[in-house]
């Protein structure tokens, strides 16, 4: 069920253009949902196709997501909807740190938790992925109000030939059918697309919108806030879990955060966690830093000293960007911690 006050709160202008167009029966015939990373954005789309045949809908024109016709647009039952979308990220349950430690050290040869990255990075949107669309809707509708809706998720990876093939599509629109094109990258889109659709823009994430999102990948309250509070949308918290040992990570830096002023707290940063990998991971060390900035955090204190020590993270993150050696940056940022703790 989709959480519409939180969507008209966190997404005002997307909510009221739809609103509007919804009640004065105004819709266009193709819609470009775009912004940062969101998936609220997806969210809207269902919403938006779920709206178009609901009989039960509220003021603001949006569907009451409990009839039949809801419902049947939610599981993707109605032959009048078309939901293009990779495979998703997981399958199942959302994994538990068992199962994701598992998954991670290859002890478990049954967990299967999440395509590879590499496959993710592979899927595209082609030519015939847009023929199927478009015959699937050569007969006409049988559904319940003769709508009939398209939704394409990251149509940013769309190729040429798929562009092509949808353009001529949107230049001969038919009655009562739309579309909903979602994308992150506005830039990626051919700007004969952009001209024909009518452009919806959505803001970042919240912080709910993030944690929600990675709650459908991992079973784990404290990493998901972790994840959320650091910026980690699904993708970027699924390559950190391929690469590194998250758990292991975050549990080192609740040891080292009760420790910072002890050089026993660089140590065993140093002896036990980081050394393990011969070369140490600038996306390793950069989580660390991320999971020293959500402790800081949750303590909530606004004194000189805590001021600095977000500064000196911070700062570590930044050099993170830079051809610099891990371990010495390691070192380097522990001992300004330490440091700065000592004199406060």
């Known amino acids: 069920m989709i ?13 009221q253009t739809l609103s509007h167009a919804l009640k004065t029966q105004t819709l266009s015939h193709a819609y470009l949902f775009y912004g940062p990373h969101n998936p609220i954005k997806n969210q809207m789309a269902l919403l938006l196709a779920q709206s178009r045949v609901c009989p039960n809908c509220d003021e603001d024109g949006f569907a009451c997501q409990e009839c039949s016709a809801c419902q049947q647009i939610a599981h993707e039952q109605n032959p009048d909807f078309y939901w293009l979308r990779p495979n998703g990220l997981y399958s199942g349950k959302p994994l538990t740190r068992k199962q994701i430690e598992a998954k991670w050290k ?49 149509y940013d990876k769309a190729n040429a030939y798929a562009s092509n093939s949808l353009l001529k599509f949107l230049e001969e629109p038919r009655e009562n059918l739309m579309g909903i094109l979602v994308v992150d990258e506005l830039s990626n889109v051919l700007p004969t697309i952009v001209s024909r659709c009518q452009l919806i823009p959505f803001r970042m994430a919240s912080m709910e919108s993030r944690k929600e999102e990675l709650r459908a990948l991992i079973g784990d309250e404290e990493l998901v806030s972790v994840f959320a509070y650091s910026g980690y949308d699904l993708l ?10 998250a758990f292991e990570i975050l549990d080192a830096s609740v040891q080292y955060w009760k420790e910072r002023s002890k050089h026993i707290g660089i140590y065993h940063l140093q002896t036990q966690v980081f050394s393990k990998n011969a070369q140490l991971s600038r996306m390793g060390i950069e989580f660390f830093f991320h999971c020293l900035l959500y402790h800081l955090e949750m303590e909530n204190k606004l004194d000189l000293m805590h001021l600095d020590l977000r500064m000196i993270l911070l700062e570590g993150l930044d050099a993170c960007r830079y051809p610099l050696d891990p371990a010495l940056l390691l070192d380097r940022v522990c001992m300004q911690i330490r440091k700065r703790t000592l004199q406060g």
Do not use: C, H
Request: proline letters at 3%; charged letters at 25%; hydrophobic letters at 30%.
């Open 106 to 154: 290859q002890k478990d040869e049954e967990v299967e938790p999440v395509v590879s990255l590499s496959q993710l990075k592979s899927w595209s949107i082609g030519k015939q992925d847009i023929l199927n669309i478009q015959q699937a809707f050569q007969t006409n509708s049988i559904g319940y109000v003769n709508q009939q809706t398209y939704i394409i998720e990251q």
């Open 3 to 15: 959480d519409k006050k939180r969507l008209q709160e966190e997404q005002p202008v997307a909510w």
């Open 236 to 245: 970027s918290s699924q390559k950190l879990m391929e690469g590194e040992a």
